[in-house]
């Protein structure tokens, strides 16, 4: 099993340019969320999805948008970049049963200039 | 004030030493997570608990459900424990889609 990857791994943008992160897992799990993760910040919710075909908004949603047509990808997505949206890119998922713990992908670090 | 607390934010210690990292947190859960982070890579699970206590090698972590308080323990602790922990709740309502309330991690520096 490859678990849960991200593509890209690394990505430099410049302000106003639009990008799609992906996030796949083979393990069958229902939930997938998208985090984001800066200094002296934590890691913060920006969506996640409950289930093919189903999203819902995290903390930090605004300037990103998503997508889930199958249940082994979500997609987060940037339509205009800005230089606040700079940061690492977490991916993770779990089954639906009640306090499982979270799988996470290896990351995507995004500069936006 | 955050609805999970760790403390310190920085650890720095001795080859071989204990150590200790404390989780608060202020609001109902079904689980508490601890996660570990090395520097520049992916996140990995380290132990989910909802009582009690869980031991896996060096690492022990317990929580005690009426202080709303985890602690996270390694012993004879070795530089290449030397990572962020963070700490991370599950809410207890079901159909919150076991979404994860982190602390703001814990910095570890064990040094030879």
């Known amino acids: 099993n490859a678990g849960v990857t991200q593509t890209p791994k690394f990505r430099v943008l410049k302000t106003g340019q639009s990008m799609t992160l992906l996030c796949a897992q083979d393990m069958n799990h229902e939930y997938m969320y998208w985090y984001r993760q800066d200094p002296g910040m934590g890691l913060r919710l920006i969506h996640y999805?409950?289930?093919?075909?189903?999203?819902a908004k995290g903390e930090v949603p605004d300037g990103y948008n998503v997508s889930r047509l199958k249940k082994q990808n979500f997609l987060l997505g940037l339509e205009s970049a800005a230089p606040s949206q700079t940061s690492v890119y977490f991916c993770?998922?779990?089954?639906?049963?009640?306090?499982?713990?979270?799988?996470f992908g290896p990351g995507t670090r995004l500069t936006v200039t | 004030k955050n609805e999970v607390e760790q403390s310190p934010q920085n650890l720095t210690a001795q080859e071989g030493e204990f150590i200790t990292i404390n989780c608060s947190y202020s609001?109902?859960?079904?689980?508490l997570h601890w996660l570990q982070q090395h520097p520049g890579g992916g996140i990995v699970s380290l132990f989910m608990?909802?009582?009690g206590k869980k031991k896996h090698g060096r690492l022990i972590a317990t929580i005690n459900i009426q202080e709303k308080h985890s602690s996270l323990h390694i012993t004879a602790s070795h530089p290449r424990d030397s990572a962020v922990y963070i700490c991370a709740v599950s809410s207890v309502i079901k159909a919150a889609g076991n979404k994860l309330t982190f602390g703001g991690g814990t910095r570890v520096l064990v040094k030879p």
């Open positions: 608990l909802s009582s």
């Open positions: 609001v109902g859960i079904s689980a």
């Open positions: 999805s409950v289930g093919e075909g189903t999203t």
């Open positions: 993770a998922s779990t089954y639906s049963r009640i306090s499982y713990e979270q799988y």
